[in-house]
């Protein structure tokens, strides 16, 4: 798939290249990151790169971008948002993000990214309708979606993450 730049006020959303790589899996290994998803173990550059290849270049049922800070000086990159699961036929995906650098959280970058992100899904992507799983005590990051629009589905209850920790979490969904 093709995508493009989404520019918004305080962010640029741009395509994710392989060489952003070092910076996905540092994030992703952030403690902080790590504890808000199902899968916890040590992401690698290998496992990156993998994604990249049998997703992204391959199946082509995810695209990714990288979250740009706008700065004095220009931009700085500061995490990631992708979506994942993509269906071209029922025009639906999961939606997915993660803010990396410790110093870019809540300043309403995660609000700005979904609305900017859901745009793109449905001008790029032709979708309809995104979901999102999200852990039922993660309330900074629900306030967030619900700011994007987004509204709670169905809860998920005893998710075990790969680390063995067992929390219930929240399905929601936004209409394009």
């Not at 006020?9 to 994710?16: G, K, S």
């Not at 948002?81 to 993000?97: K, L, Q």
């Not at 809540?106 to 700005?112: A, F, K, M, R």
Request: hydrophobic letters at 35%; charged letters at 30%; glycine letters at 8%.
């Amino acid at each position: 798939m093709n995508i493009h730049c989404v520019e918004g006020e305080q962010i640029v959303l741009r395509p994710m290249t392989e060489e952003d790589t070092p910076l996905v899996v540092r994030w992703r290994n952030n403690p902080r990151v790590r504890a808000c998803f199902v899968f916890r173990e040590t992401f690698t550059e290998e496992l990156h790169q993998r994604w990249i290849r049998e997703h992204i270049e391959g199946a082509g049922d995810v695209v990714q971008w990288i979250i740009c800070r706008r700065e004095e000086n220009g931009t700085r990159p500061v995490g990631s948002v992708y979506f994942r699961d993509i269906d071209s036929e029922r025009e639906t995906a999961e939606y997915g993000i993660f803010i990396g650098e410790d110093d870019a959280v809540g300043h309403g970058i995660g609000t700005e990214t979904a609305r900017l992100a859901c745009r793109a899904a449905r001008e790029q992507l032709g979708l309809k309708t995104v979901i999102l799983r999200v852990y039922c005590d993660n309330t900074p990051a629900i306030r967030s979606y619900e700011r994007a629009g987004f509204t709670v589905v169905e809860k998920l209850a005893d998710v075990r993450s790969t680390d063995g920790e067992i929390r219930d979490m929240f399905m929601m969904e936004r209409k394009l």
